[in-house]
């Protein structure tokens, strides 16, 4: 069965935008392994408009289940954190400056040797690795051979597409997970996961490990309550 990380990115953004410490992250992170879930994402970025780079040292502090930390690794800064903090797993995303959210997966072929190198920094402090990626065979054989643990499936596409033709919608990933799965790669999924398309992507596949959900369930919490919404995300995943 599937784990659920949930991304508490969007925690930060309410609360920075009074200025203060309400919602307090620190406990709704503590909350949400109370409520269940199995992880707790974020994902700093370099302008801090929602995760600051602080508020992952308190979090170290008091995450007790898996702690995934997102971002950019061509930031040095984010490097550092990462090693600093020593998650149980480290999600590379090929992000831009300035970028509004994560909107692609890595190139592979073109980053191999910049990608073999970076991995080997986080691996040799025992940081689990996962790199972003598109449902593309290409790029999943590529990911293959950078020492990366696992693959995070970039889910946006499939996700836009499920509501037209949910069949269609799933294939790219059905097929870019069972090649991971034969060259030995672990499967993570995330963004734009939900409650209608969540439970048709875990059942077909079934090599994953591991889903990260945010946006849609924060959103979820402000009418069912977070307790109530992360129990419904994992019954998707039974
Ligand atoms: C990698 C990924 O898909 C998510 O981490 C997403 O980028 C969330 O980041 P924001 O909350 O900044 O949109
Ligand atoms: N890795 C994906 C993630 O952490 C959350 O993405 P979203 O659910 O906020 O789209």
Redesign the pocket.
Known sequence: MARLSV?I??IATLRNSRGGDNPNLIQVAKDCERFGAQGITV?P?PDER?IRYNDVFELKQVVKTEFNI?GNCEEQKFVNLVLANKPEQV?L?PDILGQL??NHGWDTIANQHYLQKIIKVFKDEGIRVSI?VDPVVEMVKAAATTGTDRIEL?TEAYATQYHQNKEQAIAPYVKAAEVAHELGLGINA??DLDLNNLKYFAQNIPALDEV?I??ALITDALYYGLENTIQMYLRQLV
């Open positions: 991304n990115n969007k994902h970025r929602h997102e999600t995303v959210t994560s972003f970039y995330g963004h990260s945010g946006h």
